[in-house]
């Protein structure tokens, strides 16, 4: 098992910045890669930044390319996701989640994922 607990949420102005973390706890061996997910209301679960637990290969969605930096550290067992430039479209909770990478599922989709964090909200006013 993994566990996952996210922190940093907030509220902050349009152009302000956030930096979320995400504790990992567990079997942390078992671990491919580490995603942030986000979910506005009414609107999917988007994946949002994606990294591997072991290399240094990372993903972003168009829409937070230029503003979002996903890092890691693995003495800690921490990810990191910072956020700069945030807009009031990047409302949402904000959720982290372990992939083993036996799923064959694209690495966009939540349910290639295994593990997931309780979430934090993160609110950007205009």
């Known amino acids: 098992q993994v566990q996952l ?11 302000g910045s956030l930096r979320l973390s995400c504790a990992v ?9 580490m995603g942030w997910f986000r979910q506005a209301p009414g609107k999917e ?9 072991s290399a240094d290969a990372t993903y972003y969605a168009d829409s937070v390319k230029g503003r979002f930096t996903i890092s890691r ?6 990810v990191y996701l910072q956020m700069n430039n945030l ?3 990047d409302t ?8 083993s990478g036996y799923s064959r599922t694209p ?8 593990y997931w964090g309780q979430g934090t909200q993160v609110t950007v006013s205009s």
């Open 107 to 114: 690495v966009g989709a939540p349910g290639r994922y295994d």
């Open 87 to 89: 807009k009031p479209e």
């Open 73 to 78: 550290d693995n003495a800690k067992n921490t």
């Open 5 to 15: 607990v996210e922190s940093g949420g907030g509220l902050v102005q349009a152009g």
């Open 92 to 99: 949402a909770v904000y959720y982290c989640a372990a992939d």
């Open 25 to 33: 706890s567990g079997r942390t061996f078992s671990i491919y890669a």
């Open 45 to 53: 679960r988007e994946l949002v930044a994606r990294i591997r637990w």
